[in-house]
């Protein structure tokens, strides 16, 4: 069973950054690509960014590129999002996720295990 919680969702301006992080297992940490994503209100999941499970490789959706950044801490069993210059349009609730297939470009399009999401609202 794998387990992930997000948390370090909130409330901020237009500008401004938040940091996300995901804590899970130790196996799912050393193991397993993670990734992001992100849901909006009458919108379909959407893709964020995703990494492998050495964080050697990282893969982001075009409209967040330069903006966010993932990483993962395997010694804490953590997954993080940094996020930047956080616009309106980036208002969602935010899911982990990972797999064990550990590739970027497979997570990206379905990912096994996911969060149960922590909210980002972002105030113009």
């Known amino acids: 069973q794998v387990q992930l919680v997000e948390s370090g969702g909130g409330l901020v301006q237009a500008g401004g950054s938040l940091r996300l992080s995901c804590a899970t297992s130790r196996r799912t940490a050393s193991t397993y690509a993670m990734a992001w994503f992100r849901q909006a209100p009458g919108k379909e999941r959407e893709f964020v960014a995703a990494?492998?499970?050495?964080?050697?490789?990282?893969y982001y959706a075009e409209s967040v590129k330069g903006r966010f950044t993932i990483s993962r801490e395997n010694a804490k069993n953590t997954v993080y999002l940094q996020m930047n210059s956080l616009k309106p349009e980036d208002t969602a609730v935010y899911y982990c996720?990972?797999?064990?297939?550990?590739?970027?470009?497979?997570?990206?399009?379905?990912?096994?295990?996911w969060g149960q999401g922590t909210q980002v609202t972002v105030s113009s």
């Open positions: 996720a990972a797999d064990g297939r550990n590739n970027v470009q497979v997570i990206s399009r379905q990912a096994a295990y």
């Open positions: 990494i492998s499970w050495t964080g050697g490789t990282t």
